[in-house]
């Protein structure tokens, strides 16, 4: 039943505002994104520390989920087979 969440680790995105974007996987913000003139987006990883400038925001946000990728899965993914949070309850589908 675990191996639902390792399986297909998925972030969610929430956009603050337009220009504003954060990323998140079941346990913690990882990083987030913002754009300045143009379609030129900014992103950074959980740390402010800077990842780069993309164009285009799929492209930053790769970037923060790659940043983030190794740490979820060593970290993130057992925490959350330990301490499952409530509403992040797997759903069966069939
Ligand atoms: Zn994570």
Same mark, same amino acid.
Request: charged letters at 20%; zero cysteines; hydrophobic letters at 35%.
């Given at each position: 039943m675990f191996g639902l969440f390792s399986s297909a680790p998925r972030p969610t995105w929430k956009r603050v505002e337009d220009d504003f974007v954060m990323g998140a996987c079941s346990r913690r913000i990882f990083g987030f994104a913002s754009?300045? %003139?143009?379609?030129?987006?900014?992103? +950074? %990883? %959980?740390? @402010?520390q800077?990842?780069? @400038? +993309?164009d285009g925001l799929a492209d930053a946000q790769n970037a923060m989920w790659e940043k983030h990728r190794t740490f979820h899965a060593r970290v993130c993914e057992p925490a959350h087979a330990r301490f499952p949070q409530r509403q992040a309850r797997p759903k069966v589908s069939v």
């Open positions: 754009r300045g %003139d143009g379609q030129i987006w900014a992103a +950074f %990883d %959980d740390q @402010s800077p990842l780069g @400038s +993309f």
